[in-house]
Every structure is written in structure tokens, then in C-alpha cells.
């Protein structure tokens, strides 16, 4: 079973930036699709960003796009979320996920990590 460890959360004020990790614990199938996700209190757990394992494809929320950067680092098998110009509204905590499916659909994602929390001071 695949485990995800996020880390890199914290408190910042709007117009900072943070960098999120996800660490999974074995090399991904060529297949994979990697995530992220959020949650806002008294919210639904949202699509932020996702890449494949393998290539080149992402896709973005509209939220925060031209903000927000995913990437992976493929000898270090990590994955990364840069966040900049971070927004009040960005406020949640943020889920690194893993997926066999190129979807943005949280419900086909079967391994989520333990989430790491993003706060945002206006």
C-alpha cells in the first residue's frame, strides 16, 4: 500500500508563499496521476492541481491558476505544490493524493496522505 507524507505547511500572509511536499513511500507506475486537493472548514474537499507521474500533462484549478505550480521531482520521487501570491481564500488544509485516472475528480483517488494545513492571514 502506497503512503503519501505531505509537509510544508504553515502560516503566511496574503501575498506570501509556501511550498508543499508529498513524499510517496514507493515509485509511482508510469500511470499515476498526483493531486492536490484542499479543505476549508465547513467546506467540500476541492481540486487544486494534478500531474502525471510520467510527462508532461497538468491541469489547475481555475482558483489558482497562474498562482499555484505543481511539479515533481522524479529522482527524489517528491512531489510539489509552489504556492505564491497566497490569498486568504487559500486558507484550508491541503491533501496530496494519488490516482490511476487523469480526472480532477477526488472520488477516483484512492490514496490520500495526512494533509497539512495552510493558513493564510488577510
Known amino acids: 500500500q502506497v503512503q503519501l507524507v505531505e509537509s510544508g505547511g504553515g502560516s503566511v500572509q496574503a501575498g506570501g508563499s509556501l511550498r508543499l511536499s508529498c513524499a510517496p513511500s514507493?515509485?509511482?507506475?508510469?500511470?499515476?496521476?498526483y493531486a492536490w486537493f484542499r479543505q476549508a472548514p465547513g467546506k467540500e474537499r476541492e481540486f487544486v492541481a494534478l500531474i502525471r507521474a510520467r510527462g508532461t500533462s497538468q491541469l489547475y484549478a481555475d482558483s489558482v491558476k497562474g498562482r499555484f505550480t505543481i511539479s515533481r521531482d522524479n529522482p527524489k520521487n517528491i512531489v510539489y505544490l509552489q504556492m505564491n501570491v497566497l490569498k486568504a481564500e487559500d486558507t484550508a488544509v491541503y491533501y496530496c493524493?494519488?490516482?490511476?485516472?487523469?480526472?480532477?475528480?477526488?472520488?477516483?483517488?484512492?490514496?490520500w496522505g495526512q494533509g497539512t494545513q495552510v493558513t493564510v492571514a488577510s
Open positions: 514507493v515509485r509511482p507506475f508510469s500511470s499515476s496521476v
Open positions: 493524493a494519488v490516482a490511476s485516472q487523469y480526472t480532477s475528480d477526488h472520488s477516483s483517488y484512492d490514496i
